[in-house]
T-cell receptor
Framework: GEDVEQSLFLSVREGDSSVINCTYT??????LYWYKQEPGAGLQLLTY?????DMKQDQRLTVLLNKKDKHLSLRIADTQTGDSAIYFC?????????????FGKGTTLSVSS | KAGVTQTPRYLIKTRGQQVTLSCSPI?????VSWYQQTPGQGLQFLFEYFSETQRNKGNFPGRFSGRQFSNSRSEMNVSTLELGDSALYLC?????????????FGPGTRLTVL
């Protein structure tokens, strides 16, 4: 079945780059998403990429997609303490009407000053 | 534009009781999806409603049910509560079907079952 996997923790120093990785299994996934969840809050969409793209850049965020390996990554440049949160990777499928997002279990990013 | 709102934000129930959670989507959004978030299982999809019809359902027992009203507001109901139902329940709305449209999440309802 469909599955999305992420490493559970990442610790970086302020000012460094963070790279959060994700693998997915559904080759028919059309959209891949990165969400951020801060303590006590819901999920906030950070960015998304269509499956026919290799890369998308949005200010400090860079998403890389390797469709052959079903690998997605999120790079945060110049990581700040305010970036500390849980980051979720999710896949969405165009071919199955009404299919909801399948989420990974989240990567907790800890940024130290 | 107001975001997705969920009520109540916190709820404490005892085993065997039932509970109803409410979600008001962003104005104009027709799809509402519900997710259960627990530390062990992460985010799991419960169901999606679009134009008052359930479009998709996750792998949860029949104790979990939902509905959507003509104004797109949605409710989910859990009957015969179990300790394992303690979780953060998140609602998300989108203009069109979830998975191919950007979803906006509410802050969640924290349910504790004693």
């Amino acid at each position: 079945g469909e599955d999305v996997e992420q490493s559970l923790f990442l610790s970086v120093r302020e000012g460094d780059s963070s790279v959060i990785n994700c693998t997915y299994t559904d080759s028919s996934s059309t959209y891949l998403y990165w969400y951020k969840q801060e303590p006590g809050a819901g999920l906030q969409l950070l960015t998304y990429i269509f499956s026919n793209m290799d890369m998308k850049q949005d200010q400090r965020l860079t998403v890389l997609l390797n469709k052959k390996d079903k690998h997605l990554s999120l790079r945060i440049a110049d990581t700040q303490t305010g970036d500390s949160a849980i980051y979720f990777c999710a896949e969405g499928n165009l071919n199955q009407a009404g299919t909801a997002l399948i989420f990974g279990k989240g990567t907790t990013l800890s940024v130290s000053s | 534009k107001a975001g997705v709102t969920q009520t109540p934000r916190y709820l404490i129930k005892t085993r065997g009781q039932q509970v109803t959670l409410s979600c008001s989507p962003i104005s104009g959004h027709r799809s509402v999806s519900w997710y259960q978030q627990t530390p062990g299982q992460g985010l799991q999809f419960l169901f999606e409603y679009f134009s008052e019809t359930q479009r998709n359902k996750g792998n949860f027992p029949g104790r979990f049910s939902g509905r959507q009203f003509s104004n797109s507001r949605s409710e989910m109901n859990v009957s015969t509560l179990e300790l394992g139902d303690s979780a953060l329940y998140l609602c998300a709305s989108s203009l069109g079907l979830a998975g191919i449209n950007e979803q906006f999440f509410g802050p969640g309802t924290r349910l504790t079952v004693l």
